[in-house]
């Protein structure tokens, strides 16, 4: 069943405009021969618990702060309002960004992330985050992030759903090759200079990029593209460049529920050829056959929003979507 961007109801938020209750802690998890720490944020309703959380997994270049944006929150946070639905949250930092360890960029690759990504999802279901064991664990992945939620789906057989958002099976390269042109050492770049000394498998974006890069020049509130840039991050060579992130076997492996969501302006998925952005329908008939092992395939086409659907104007439409699918799917206990 697809997913229009128009007359989704909103189901009744559980604990109004109470401030979530949160905690941020870190889970060893494996890397190399030996273990890393991967930083992430349990967010749940005030006074509830819930028992269902959702996973939150960022993009390249980007760290936690994409599912639980710092400006305006109220609207662009993602996290924040699932928790006013109702459900519990967890937004992680992947190894190499933010607050988790930061290795040699040779030892990150989708594999090892989807391993890492395993032992979260384990470490929730068994109570090891926030002394609470949630009955049902879900994946929401964001571009490379959705690519390590895949896999790590695919693979483990651990999750009760995924939300799968700004990625497709027929990226489109003029995006690839945009963010390459737009590369930047994080050593010398003016947020990321300092705070680490990243190795050459390491990039960023240049200053002042990422509006055309990420949101196609789409319309968007200047204060969330400043705060864009103030929260940027890094991205590992090898990740980016790993055929696993667009293989129809992991695709095709998943078997619970998913919701795939594009913008209709995705400058890396979207154009004649590459991801059929014109239409819900034709977004849905073209990915359909990537995902036959699913339960259910919910598809949301986002108007006028590029890359980033969290941080459009109209992310309200996508967050009600999100909200309702996950409702329908799981609910939050």
């Known amino acids: 069943m697809a997913l ?46 819930p028992s269902t959380v959702v996973t939150l997994v960022h993009g390249a270049t980007y760290n936690h702060n994409y599912w639980d944006f710092p400006y305006r929150p109220g609207t662009y946070s993602f996290s924040r309002m699932l928790n006013r639905a109702g459900y519990a949250t967890f937004v992680v930092d992947r190894l190499g960004t933010g607050h988790s360890t930061i290795p040699p960029s040779s030892e990150l690759t989708l594999t090892s992330e989807a391993a890492q990504l395993h032992t979260v999802v384990q470490a929730l279901r068994a109570g090891r985050v926030g002394r609470h064991a949630y009955a049902s664990v879900v994946l929401g992945g964001y571009s490379l992030g959705s690519a390590v939620s895949e896999i790590e789906a695919s693979t483990f057989h651990d999750v009760d759903a995924v939300l799968i958002t700004a990625l497709g099976h027929y990226n489109n ?20 200079g300092g705070r680490h000394r990243y190795d ?36 590992a060579f090898l990740e980016a460049g790993d055929p696993l992130v667009i293989d129809p076997s992991v695709s095709r492996a998943i078997d619970v529920p998913v919701m795939f969501a594009l913008g209709d302006h ?68």
């Not at 945009?178 to 930047?184: D, E, F, K, P, S």
């Not at 014109?278 to 986002?302: G, H, I, M, N």
């Not at 439409?317 to 909200?323: D, E, H, I, S």
């Open 200 to 235: 050459d498998g390491y990039a960023t974006t240049k200053p002042g990029s990422r509006e055309t890069v990420f949101y196609a020049d789409r319309p968007m509130e200047p204060g969330v593209l400043v705060a864009d840039e103030l929260t940027k991050d890094v991205d």
């Open 4 to 49: 229009s961007s128009t007359g989704v109801a909103s189901p009744a938020l559980a604990s109004g405009r109470t401030a979530p209750a949160c905690r941020a802690t870190t889970v060893d998890v494996p890397l190399g021969s030996g273990t890393g720490q991967m930083w992430g944020e349990l967010c749940r309703p005030a006074g509830a618990s």
């Open 173 to 192: 390269p003029a995006g690839t090759a945009a963010i390459i042109a737009n590369g930047q050492d994080p050593n010398t770049d003016p947020v990321l």
């Open 266 to 333: 995705d400058p890396l998925m979207c154009g004649d050829g590459y991801e059929d952005c014109t239409s819900t329908a034709a977004l849905r008939a073209q990915e359909a056959p990537f995902w036959t092992s699913a339960p259910s395939f919910d598809v949301l086409l986002l108007p006028n929003a590029g890359h980033g659907l969290n941080l459009v104007p109209n992310t309200r439409v996508y967050q009600a979507a999100a909200r309702c699918w996950l409702d329908r799917m799981v609910g939050h206990g």
